[in-house]
Every structure is written in C-alpha cells, then in structure tokens.
C-alpha cells in the first residue's frame, strides 16, 4: 500500500549540453541505461535533488571518454520533474527483504549453470562501481512483474548510496553520498527543465 509514493521529486541527469537542448526542443528524449553493471537496474538514471552531482558526473564522463557510451564535450545538466508511481525504493525496510528474495532466486536458477556474478571495484577504487550482481538481482525482481504476471510491475527505483572517502577522519559520511533514482516508465517523467542559478537579489525559497 505504501510503495506507491505520492508528490512530485525533482531529478537530474548530467549529459552533454547538445543533449540538454534538443530534450527541451523535445527532438530527442533520454535513453535507457541498460549495462550488466547498473546499480538500480535498467532505465533512465537521475540524481534526486541533486544538481551538482549531475555536473560532477558529467565532466567525469568528458575527461574519461572511454566511460561513456556518448562523448561529452560539453558537460550539462537537465532537470526533470517525476512521480516515481510505484517504486521499488530500497529506503523502504520491506523491499530489503525483497531484494534478498530476489537474490536467492536468482542463485537458485543460476547454481548449476557456472555463471558467476560480483559487484567489483574498478583499479584502485574502492567503491563496487560495477554492480553486475546488484543490477541481475533487481532484473530478476523486475522478471516476475511481467504484463502477464498478476504482480504490479515497478515504474521507479530508488536507492540511497555512500560512495568515495570518508568527508573527514572517523566520519559517517562519505565525499559522494548520494540518492539515485532509476526510471523504468517514461510516463513517470512529467516534464524537463533547464535547471536555473539563484537570483541572489531575492530571497531564497
């Protein structure tokens, strides 16, 4: 009953400015993540509330070309205004338990087929920034919600992330701690807009 959420969330995307401009045109539309390593499954990534994330990845993407599956040589960021539906939001204690369901399901199917699946690190990275087995457990969850399957099929994911170093010695808090969220109908995308500086001649809203 609660998986539904209720409310507009502000998410944003980071890209190359020529993409920016032609969604607002509306010549184009953002398009479907889906690699074996995507942390919340296959979709349409944002980063909720978080604008300078989205430009921070951006640039990564433009100063290592080889991570990206589009040259960035521009970095920007769109701003998209979504209701998640419902959301397989792993905030939600419940859907912990369902995602352990699901990987036991998964391990099941694939125990006597030798495959092999692992979140990895990449280099001298720490953080598991390859999440094969994270990205096949909520494919397998998302496998049972087939149109012909009496289970309501999930339009959104959700997951919070502590990611890079600790932000000071001994802290709770990591440098990129961040909340992602993973689109999976489109329909949930209300509306794209440029996202605007503050007007420091006002005051802050």
Known sequence: MYTTKTGLILGF???DESIVDNIL?????????DNTYDWLGHGIYFWENSPSRALEFARFLRDHPQKAKNPIKTPAVIGAVIDLGYCLDFTDYANLQLLKDGYDLLMTAI?????????KPIGENRDLLLRDLDCAVIETLHSLRSPNSELRSFDSVRGVFWEGDDIYPNAGFKEKNHIQ??????NCIKGYFAPRQINSDYSKV
């Not at 125990?111 to 979140?119: E, T, V």
């Not at 969220?181 to 489109?186: L, M, P, S, T």
């Open 13 to 15: 995307h980071g890209c």
């Open 25 to 33: 045109l509306g010549k184009e539309d953002l398009k479907q993540s």
């Open 111 to 119: 125990s006597k087929s030798g495959i092999k699946l692992a979140n």
């Open 181 to 186: 969220i993973c689109i999976r109908n489109k």
